[in-house]
């Protein structure tokens, strides 16, 4: 029998009701979500949905991926947790050198855009890995849906298009972006029919080799050609040498339960610090809402950060480790600078010498899928191999290139990973799957993770009100990004604490969107609650 | 009755010969003519319960110019000539009506100012129209009492406008930055720069400026006001005096930087709501929160046809929360209705103002009852159209007769009647119309306001702050406790009267581009404007120089001394007649062959400006 932790009343103005289904698929557009229903009907398996989920988003969301991104995941067999880092690293000609010669002396980090900002695609890589170990279909089978919406065309939904109208300028420039992206010379109006039969070709290969043909294959050859043409880097032996790395999440504990997150390269380990601390409040007595409520993770998020930004890079570069960033003597420290009556900028505490779309899927056989994948910044470097339609993602931005930078450890090197800021995220007690959630958009993510975690433990918040409350976002010093619908004597009495509050009109600004699915007890009797963000254009469904 | 015939190449009556024109290209400040002293007696003898909100200060000469290529037409001549800099430097219609609108709050501070709201419709070529709500909202702590005694009785205006209390959340800067950023071309920046220079240097103290300033003594209470606008002994500036405000200049250099965000944000909104807080007799609720939320809102323009001379004009101005629009298509739409073409020769007739009257007090009635912020209160029906649809105007025209109406009451578009109080009509006040059009055939209508002659007479960084929320019914409910459209809610806008309008021909082209300060007349202004030059074919020029005429509900107000010809019959009507001294300000452009004609109300200070 479900006895689910939570008030279902939403006190917050929104468009979604939770869904409950013992076979559920939560995604940012409807077709991904359907892709995912496609699998579990025809006696797949929740990675089998997840998987065909995500390649169907590469199609439907380019604004946000694409066949060139990197992907993330954590799972629940049934049985234990698993996880899987397929962020891609730099080429093998990358170094700092590489960059100052081709961008100047003054360079900090590789390019925002073009060929140079793109490392090694992993997601593809997932895919197959993850249908190797875990699935249950044949991997064939996961792209049909993609295929499918890549030949047919699908026609764009409202957010989507938004943010496509917003990047043409900038990227409409950029190597095969216009021949993808723009097929009228413009972005797609909303409602339009845009087609992909580039990707669908990419996709077909990708299918019939299990995603080899990336790797070693035609498609390896086109990118390799097209990076040439371009005055790129990346080479043959970066693509075959890829492999994907299954990885022990690190977690926190946090009100009893356990919140996971995959360790560095990615920035998840900032939300488990931020809990760390919050854990040596009482959240559950502040009044939902109000300002003490938000200023505590407000401040506990700043000096998670300041640690994360200045240590986190790929795990064997770092200076200090995952461990003692997490050590609970060192988290009760920091949380003992925060001051409950005003906003402070922090500095990075002292410690010994260490895109985006998010989607959830699980079924009634008790597999839960938490899987994240992204170009980085919106469609990414803006580079598109136009043969096989491969968007390129531009993670290699993520890299710095001077030593005496803010974050040395995160320095380019042939080879490495660059600090990563896309985390699926696990919720489990006493080793017990609870919930596959994330939160996307950048930065934005560990602190979704945070706002949306204490919403529902501490407040007992059901999780479409939870993703429904308006959300705050920090950026850098005493900057503070909220949402319009944040109520006014809470925004009131935090500038009067000394933050400095802007209220974001601009609706391209992104506030994050989450996705949740809870085990409500049995999956295949009580089955799942399962909550989809209504800042994008997605659902959860299920059946 | 003279039908006048119109020959469809020109509305230009006989009488009118536009080889007469004077065609200029310079600007000219106009000089106060004697006679136009008149109108200030009746004005000083209407001071505690005004039904205006800007005393007349005497008429000048004026006379109406034609430009080829871009023309601007404000109320004050270096508002106008700051338009012009910024036409001839490239900047489109927007840019310069924005230009002007900074100058405008430094010369004519006592009607808008960035203190303040306002509405902008901006027109392209082709008919699209876009219209932009910049209007004050009232504070998350304010409520619908805010403006009774304890004993439940309204407060007298005075107290209720003057001070913090009637403070609404400034929405002029944000909107026009939203507005510039869909559709400006010069760098936002740039639009500053002729008010900074003004601000610096100083300008010269107008005839008009002087006389309203010794008629503020309230102002004299802030130490910044007095300090910028008044002498030691406490009598303002003469004429002629050369005006420095580097407070304001400051301010707009921030405001340049900040995309105006400044005035929202940081050490400035802190100093708003500081002043509002505590100010001395009346502390209003304004918080920094108030100001951080403030969203101005892209709304559809409202548009409606009518019919005049044969010709269909497309008339679209701003929707609710403003009436402008809605009543005056109410008001046409009736006379229409009621087949009561203007029977002028050169004026209107009294059997024509007689039924104009009468029409008036309907539309009013549906306005005081229906018409509010559509985010709180929909009109009937959910469209706002309801009011003006023929089936519903016949039904309101039918009730008119030859002798005065004694009770005029709200009509039932939808037969039915909402359980609404009537809201007694608070007028508004202090407020500035500019029109532009520029080379590319973009308008620009904008009409702005910081409600009552020098607004809340509080003074932050050199500009006024509104005292908009008196634009509520100060009385919330009836004695049946029923609620009023129009009442004070946190969040919400107060009604206005603004209606900044441009007119489209059958043919999808710009005809005009007009409006008009003038509280809750402005409706009126705006129509005999209409009126006289679309229908009854008079020149701009001509059409706002004939004596105003309007209503609320009760008398017919004439402008002072004005029609003499027609009272007699009037009163046998049964109508009683006021004398005011009806201060309109209205500025018109209208298209003729090869270019524009351009007409300044000589009620106010204005001229056009162009090339």
């Not at chain 1, 590489?98 to 695609?121: L, N, W």
């Not at chain 2, 939320?293 to 929707?319: H, I, K, N, S």
């Not at chain 2, 404007?529 to 004939?546: D, E, F, H, K, R």
Request: proline letters at 8%; hydrophobic letters at 45%.
């Amino acid at each position: 029998m479900a006895t689910l932790p939570f008030d279902f009343h939403n006190p917050y103005a929104g468009t979604r009701l939770p869904v409950m289904a013992r076979n559920v698929v939560s995604t940012s557009h409807p077709l991904a979500a359907h892709a995912g229903l496609r699998m579990l009907w025809q006696g797949g398996n929740a990675v089998d949905a997840a998987i065909a989920a995500a390649a169907a988003i590469t199609i439907t969301e380019p604004v946000s991926c694409g066949l060139g991104s990197d992907a993330f995941c954590i799972l629940w067999d049934g049985q234990q947790l698993h996880g899987l880092n397929s962020s891609g690293p730099a080429p093998a000609a990358w170094s700092p050198a590489y960059f100052f010669r081709k961008y100047g002396e003054s360079a900090t980090t590789p390019p925002k855009r073009g060929i140079d900002s793109v490392t090694v695609p992993g997601a593809v890589a997932a895919w197959a890995a993850m249908s190797e170990r875990f699935g249950r279909l044949p991997f064939a089978d996961l792209m049909q849906p993609a295929i499918e919406i890549a030949e047919r065309g699908y026609l764009l939904p409202v957010v989507v298009q938004q943010k496509w109208a917003a990047a043409t300028p900038e990227l409409q420039d950029q190597a095969g972006f216009a021949q993808a992206f723009l097929p009228w010379g413009r972005a797609p109006e909303v409602g339009e029919r845009f087609s992909f039969p580039a990707a669908a070709r990419g996709l077909r290969a990708i299918a019939a080799t299990r995603g080899r043909a990336f790797y070693e294959g035609e498609i390896a050859q086109a990118l390799v050609a097209f990076a040439k043409a371009h005055g790129g880097a990346l080479s043959a032996a970066d693509l075959a040498a890829f492999r994907p790395e299954w990885v022990t999440p690190i977690a926190q504990h946090y009100r009893g339960y356990t919140v996971h997150e995959i360790p560095p390269n990615g920035q998840g380990i900032a939300a488990l610090m931020a809990l760390g601390m919050l854990e040596h409040f009482d959240l559950a007595s502040l009044p939902l809402d109000g300002p003490d409520f938000h200023h505590l993770q407000i401040e506990a998020m700043k000096l998670a950060f300041a640690d994360v930004y200045r240590h986190v890079a790929e795990p064997g570069a770092m200076a200090v480790s995952a461990e003692q960033l997490l050590d609970p003597a060192y988290l009760r420290a920091r949380a003992g600078l925060i001051d409950p009556r005003r906003a402070q900028v922090f500095g990075p505490g002292n410690l010994a010498r260490g895109g985006t779309i998010y989607l959830s899927a699980a079924d009634e056989q008790g597999m839960m899928v938490s899987f994240i994948q992204s170009n980085y910044m919106g469609f990414g470097s803006g580079c598109v191999e136009p043969h096989y339609g491969i968007s390129l993602q531009n993670r290699g931005h993520g890299f710095g290139l001077r030593a005496d930078g803010p974050n040395p450890a995160n320095v380019v090197a042939p080879g490495k990973r660059p600090f990563h800021t896309i985390i699926p995220a696990f919720l489990t007690r006493e080793g017990a799957p609870v919930m596959s959630f994330g939160v996307m958009g950048a930065n934005m993510q560990p602190q979704g993770h945070v706002q949306t975690l204490v919403r529902m433990l501490d407040h007992h918040q059901q999780p479409q009100a939870a993703c429904d409350a308006p959300r705050w976002r920090y950026n850098t010093g005493l900057a503070l990004n909220v949402e319009t619908r944040f109520p006014s004597d809470t925004l009131e009495a935090l500038l009067a604490r000394g933050h400095q509050v802007e209220v974001i009109q601009d609706s391209y600004q992104d506030f994050g969107a989450g996705q949740f699915i809870w085990r409500a007890g049995d999956p295949g009797v009580d089955g799942y609650v399962a909550a989809s963000d209504f800042r994008r254009d997605g659902l959860a469904a299920g059946f | 009755m003279w039908l006048r015939v119109i020959s469809a190449a020109t509305v230009w009556p006989r009488v009118f010969d536009p080889a007469r024109l004077r065609r200029s290209r310079a600007l000219r400040l106009c000089a106060v003519s004697l006679g136009g002293l008149l109108g200030l007696g009746a004005a000083l003898a209407q001071v505690d319960a005004p039904i205006e909100p800007e005393a007349a200060s005497g008429r000048q000469s004026a006379r109406e110019q034609f430009h080829a290529r871009h023309a601007a037409a404000t109320a004050h001549p270096l508002a106008s000539a700051a338009a012009l800099e910024i036409l001839r430097a490239g900047g489109n219609a927007l840019d310069a009506a924005i230009a002007a609108q900074w100058v405008l709050g430094l010369v004519e501070p006592q009607s808008s100012g960035i203190g303040g709201g306002g509405f902008l419709v901006l027109g392209e070529p082709g008919g699209r129209v876009r219209t932009y709500d910049g209007r004050e909202t009232a504070p998350a702590l304010a409520d619908e009492a805010l403006f009774l005694q304890a004993d439940g009785q309204p407060l007298p205006f005075r107290a209720a406008a003057v001070g913090g209390r009637a403070v609404g959340v400034p929405g002029l800067v944000r909107m026009l930055a939203q507005a510039h950023r869909e559709a400006g071309r010069l760098p936002w920046a740039r639009l500053f720069e002729p008010a900074i220079r003004l601000a610096q240097e100083g300008f010269a103290v107008t005839p008009r400026l002087h006389t309203l300033l010794g008629m503020a003594p309230e102002l004299r209470r802030d130490p910044e006001a007095r300090a910028l606008y008044f002498q030691e002994d406490g009598t303002p500036h003469p004429v002629g005096f050369r005006l420095r405000n580097p407070a304001l200049a400051q301010t707009y250099r921030q405001l340049a930087r900040s995309r105006g965000e400044a005035l929202y944000r940081g050490a400035m909104a802190k100093a708003i709501v500081d002043k509002v807080q505590h100010h001395p007799d009346n502390p209003g609720r304004l918080r920094r929160a108030d100001l951080a939320q403030y969203t101005p809102l892209a709304r559809e323009p409202l548009c409606f046809d009518w019919r005049a001379q044969a010709q269909t004009y497309r008339v679209c101005g701003m929707g609710l929360p403003s009436s402008g629009t809605v009543t005056l298509a109410q008001i046409l739409g009736l006379l229409v209705a009621a087949r009561a073409e203007p029977q002028w020769q050169e004026r209107p007739q009294a059997d024509w103002l007689f039924t104009y009257s009468e029409i008036a007090r309907l539309a009013y009635a549906d306005r005081a009852f229906y018409l509010a912020d559509p985010a709180f209160v929909p009109p009937p029906g959910g469209r706002v159209q309801t009011l003006w649809q023929p089936d519903y105007l016949a039904q309101r025209a039918r009730l008119l007769g030859p002798q005065r109406l004694p009770v005029v009451e709200p009509g039932q578009p939808l037969g039915v009647r909402p359980p609404l109080a009537y809201g007694s009509d608070s007028t508004e006040r202090g407020t500035s119309h500019l029109s532009v059009v520029d080379a590319q055939g973009l308008a620009v209508s904008l009409t702005s306001s910081i409600e009552d002659a020098f607004g809340a007479r509080i003074m932050v960084g050199g500009f006024l702050l509104n005292n908009q929320l008196t634009d509520f019914n100060f009385q919330p409910r009836d004695a049946q406790g029923r609620p009023s459209a129009n009442r004070l809610e946190p969040g919400k806008r107060p009604r206005s009267s603004m209606a900044p309008l441009i007119v489209y021909d059958a043919q999808g082209q710009i005809m005009q581009v007009l409006g008009s300060p003038g509280g809750a007349l402005i409706i009126h202004y705006v129509a005999k404007t209409l009126l006289a030059t679309l229908q009854a074919g008079l020149s701009p020029q001509a059409a706002i120089a004939l004596p105003n005429f309007a209503t609320v509900g009760g008398p017919l107000l004439l402008e002072t001394g004005a029609y003499p010809e027609l009272r007699a019959e009037l009163a046998a009507r049964g109508v009683p007649l006021q004398d005011v001294a009806l201060t309109s300000g209205v500025q018109v452009l209208q298209r003729v062959p090869r270019g524009w004609l351009g007409a300044s109300d000589p009620r106010r200070e204005g001229v056009v400006a162009g090339d």
